[in-house]
């Protein structure tokens, strides 16, 4: 697990969407327990093996469930934004699992014990609430893998930067060239080709590891049908993002 720095305590919690739609005894229940906390990109939250300490509300930053291979190969199978609870596997009752997780666009998480978030969870409007996130991340987990292995990669590649652009806390976030790659499973040049094509169309800029939306429903049109399956299904399931 990841220690990072305290977050200002300018953020509110309730940026998260799980967190706001709680019953204010809920959160108010909570609240004293939540640390607010800065995460970097690339920072490790959970390694494969650990047991969690910690789940996290992800509040202007994101996070990603990555699969590795022992090539040291990476793909994302998923990415959770403010939407969402990183942690599945202690709201599901288990201790560990073989994936990793890092936090992928940079910024504030509020972190909650693990101990305080199962005591809490039985018969509340939070579990209700992340049965139905779990849900939309299986589809977003399961579509993606399809995608992964069925689309071009300059679809999979707008798809991306719009679930990502749905978390993030505005139209720019920082991106490395490799670091994409590793989101999408391919070599750093198959992603400098499908990012300059897309800053070509005027749908991006992308300088220097910085990402900047310039034309959303260009990068919509441009994006894979995938993007539009898993909106869907967090939509219908959250209303969100």
Excluded: K
Aim: charged share 15%; aromatic share 8%.
């Amino acid at each position: 697990m990841f220690t990072s720095p305290r977050a200002p305590q300018a953020a509110d919690p309730q940026t998260s969407q799980l967190l706001a739609a709680l019953p204010a005894e809920e959160y108010a229940a909570l609240r004293p327990y939540l640390e607010l906390v800065e995460l970097p990109n690339g920072a490790p939250i959970y390694a494969p093996g650990e047991t969690p300490r910690h789940v996290y509300f992800p509040l202007t930053g994101s996070g990603s469930v990555v699969v590795s291979m022992a090539s040291g190969d990476m793909v994302e199978a998923g990415t959770i934004g403010r939407e969402g609870l990183i942690g599945l596997a202690a709201f599901l009752g288990t201790d560990a699992g073989p994936l990793t997780t890092i936090a992928q666009v940079p910024g504030t998480f509020a972190q909650l014990p693990v101990a305080v978030f199962r005591d809490a969870a039985p018969g509340s409007h939070l579990h209700t609430l992340l049965l139905r996130f779990t849900q939309a991340f299986y589809v977003l987990a399961a579509q993606s893998a399809g995608c992964n292995r069925l689309h071009p990669i300059e679809g999979r590649c707008a798809r991306w930067l719009l679930l990502t652009h749905d978390r993030a806390a505005g139209d720019s976030f920082r991106l490395t060239h490799e670091y994409l790659g590793y989101m999408l499973g391919v070599r750093r040049p198959s992603v400098t080709l499908a990012a300059r094509i897309l800053q070509r169309e005027g749908l991006i800029t992308y300088h220097r590891g910085d990402i900047t939306i310039l034309d959303r429903p260009g990068l919509e049109a441009a994006a894979c049908e995938c993007y539009a399956i898993i909106a869907a299904e967090y939509a219908r399931l959250l209303g969100a993002p």
